[in-house]
């Protein structure tokens, strides 16, 4: 392991100090990860069931490793998710996130767990709606059984009555475990990889033109059955994003080693461009 991660350091290229985005989730607190910049969404709306609650209770550090967890009996009103945003500033780049994605044999609760990048949906069809994600389904959902992880770019959508404009990559079977997610943002092209195998290449009006937030969130579709409580949990290790750059996820993994080699647990040199972070899609 380790003469791999030293040719991993060795293959690295070169950063410049500006443009770069990382954090490896040491923070000791909630409140000290709300300090660094993220948004820890509280309320309820889109995704998930409608009545549903997006709580800062359903985030939890520890180890290194950002948690997040999704609770459910079933039902709206005693289901909580969670979501936490970065500032919305990552457009062109690449964005690499270390998950450990999780399933629960004999589970159907249709649970989402989801890295993405977006901007907000100001209307219905919103032109310039934004967003790239990775979202996977370990216990099937969305009108089928299968379980599946998809990465997407988007154009617009109508959240109610659905009605969605997008390109969607997807691989069948399961991702229980830790995953290499990298998404690579182009002026012309957006390509999601997995642990550096390339899901698919999107174009076109799905491309992102306006600036995003990162984000995370665990959440439950429609298709729960009403029964006891349950928990599902999701991890985090880091996320790392090279503004103006395209590069490979071995490239991004050699990056965030070498940040971490050199003490770096957090840092952020990507310009900001006055938007909020709403963290509500």
Known sequence: MKSAALLLLAAAPAFAAGGEFFDDFSQPSLEALRDSGWVLREGTGHPGLPG??????????????????????????NTTLAQLCAPRKFLVGTTTARVRFRDTPGSRDPVIQSFFLAG????????????????????????????????????????????SFNQASILQGSFDGWQLLTVQVEATRTRHFVNGRLIGEHTGRNVPAKPMAISFNHWLADGAKPGAPRDYEFEVDWVLHEAGKTLSHTAMQARAMQLRKQSVARRDTVADVG???ECNL
């Open 52 to 77: 549903a609650s997006f709580k800062t209770s359903q985030l939890s550090l520890g180890g290194g490793l950002l948690r997040l967890k999704m609770s459910t009996d079933g039902t709206p009103a």
């Open 275 to 277: 938007l909020t972070s």
């Open 120 to 163: 907000p949906l100001k209307h219905d069809y919103d032109p310039d709606f934004s967003e790239v994600d990775f979202e996977y389904l370990p216990h099937g959902g969305w009108g089928e059984p299968q379980t599946r992880l998809y990465g997407v770019s988007w154009h617009t959508v109508r959240i109610d009555p659905w009605e």
